[in-house]
C-alpha cells in the first residue's frame, strides 16, 4: 500500500510540473543556474589551489622533506644523513615516491672583484634535483651546471639574479665563498659562474647553487646530506604518505610540506575558507529563490490542495507531494545544468584561461588560471542543491498540510 501510495504522489507530481510549466521553468533556471555557477566555482577553487601547491612544492619544497631529528630546529653542517645509500635504496622501493633528492645547506661570504654580500648556499644533486623541482626552467641566462670540473679544475655555480647584480657578474666570471666547514675550519673555494637563476621576486635571488659533490668539498664532508626533498605520486595524500614513512624512519624526522611550510599552508587554508564563504553565499540565493517560487505555487493551488484534502488525503502525504515535487524538478535541473557545464568545465581545466600578464610564482611564470574537473566538483553541489530544494520545501509543505478544506475550496 505505502509503494502503491508513493507511486501515486509521484505521478501527481510529475503531472504538476508539466502542467504549472512557467513555474517550473522559473523554478528550473534557479535551481539549474545555481548549480552550475556553483560548479564552476567549484572547480576554480579547486583547480586553482592545486596549480598553487603544484607551482610552490615544486619549486623547492617538495612534497615531502626528510632532516636528521634535530636538524630543523637547530641547522648545523655536521648535523647529516649520513647512511644515504640506505635512504636511497629504501625510497627506491617505496611505490608512492617518484622521485627524490638530495641537498646540502650552508650559509657564507660571496664575493668577486670588490664587493662581498652574504648569500645562503644549497648543494644539489645536478640530475635528480630536477626530478623534483624547476630548478633546471627557472635559469634565466647560461645553462644549467654539470656535476663535474672544466678544463681549469673549477665546479660550476648558478647565482640568483640579484645576488648577480649585486656583485657584478656575468656568466663565466669567477666566483668566490668564504664560510666555516662541518669541521670547524674555514671553507673557501673559487666557482665559475655558469648560470643566472629565477628573477628579483624569486626566493633564492640571493643564492648560490653548487653541485652537491662541490658542496660537500667546500664543508669538508666525505658524505651525507642535510636533507632529502621527496616528489611523491598523489600530492594530496602527501601528510597520510609521510606518517607512514615516518614509522618506517624512527632514526629520521619526515615532515610533509604543510608542515615543513607551516605559515604559507594557514594562509592557503584562510584563503579557501573565505572562498568558502562566497559558496555559501551562492547556496543561500539558491535557497531564497527556490523557497520563494514553491511558496508562489503553493499560494497559486490552495484550492487544489484543499480538494485533496476533502477527499482524503492526508497532511503528511501533500508535505511529500511537494517535497517529491521540488526534489523532482532539482534533479531534472541539475542533470541539465550538468549537461550544459560539463564541456566548459573541461575545457577550463585542460585550456584555462590565459591571465593577460603572466604572474611570477618564485621565478616560474604563472600564465593560466585552471579549474579542476572530478567527480568532487559536479557531485558536491549536486548534492548540495538537491538537499536545499527538499528542505525549503518543508515549508510550503506544511502549510498546504494545514489548509483547511472548506475555507480553500471556497478561494477564487
Known sequence: FETQVLTMLLKMAFRNLFRQRRRSLLTGLSMGGGYMLFVFSMSLLEGSWGNIVDIFTGDRVGHIQIHQLDYRATPKAHRVIKDTNRLEKFLSEQKDVRSYAPRIFSAGLAYATDKSVPAPIIGVD????????????????????????????????????????????????????????????????????????????????????????????????TEGAHQYALLVNDGVDNQALARSLQTLLP?????????????FYETMQTDRRSNQYMMV???????????????????????????????????????????????????????????????????FTEVGWRL??????????????????????????WAVVLGTAFFV????????????????????
Open 356 to 381: 593577460p600578464e603572466a604572474v611570477d610564482m618564485g621565478g616560474v611564470a604563472f600564465e593560466h588560471l585552471k579549474g579542476e574537473t572530478s567527480l568532487f566538483v559536479f557531485l558536491m553541489p
Open 281 to 347: 553565499l551562492i547556496v543561500f540565493l539558491v535557497f531564497i529563490g527556490v523557497l520563494n517560487t514553491v511558496l508562489m505555487s503553493v499560494f497559486e493551488r490552495t484550492r487544489e490542495f484543499g480538494v485533496l484534502r476533502a477527499i482524503g488525503i492526508r497532511p503528511d502525504r501533500l508535505v511529500w507531494l511537494i517535497a517529491l515535487e521540488t526534489f523532482s524538478l532539482a534533479f531534472l535541473s541539475c542533470l541539465i545544468g550538468f549537461v550544459l557545464v560539463s564541456p566548459l568545465i573541461v575545457w
Open 126 to 221: 645536478v640530475l635528480a634535483e630536477p626530478t623534483v623541482t624547476r630548478l633546471r626552467d627557472k635559469v634565466s641566462a647560461g645553462t644549467y651546471f654539470t656535476a663535474s670540473t672544466d678544463s681549469e679544475g673549477y665546479y660550476e655555480a648558478m647565482i640568483g639574479l640579484s645576488l648577480a647584480r649585486a656583485l657584478d657578474l656575468d656568466i663565466g666570471d669567477e666566483l668566490v665563498l668564504v664560510g666555516q666547514a662541518a669541521d670547524g675550519s674555514i671553507a673557501n673555494d673559487i666557482y665559475r659562474v655558469s648560470a643566472l637563476v629565477g628573477s628579483e621576486s624569486s626566493h633564492d635571488r640571493m643564492s648560490v647553487y653548487l653541485p652537491i659533490q662541490a658542496a660537500r668539498i667546500y664543508l669538508a664532508l
Open 251 to 263: 632514526d629520521l624526522e619526515v615532515a610533509p610540506w604543510q608542515v615543513i611550510e607551516a605559515t
Open 393 to 412: 520545501s518543508i515549508f510550503p509543505g506544511l502549510r498546504a498540510a494545514r489548509i483547511n478544506p472548506k475555507d480553500a475550496m471556497g478561494e477564487h
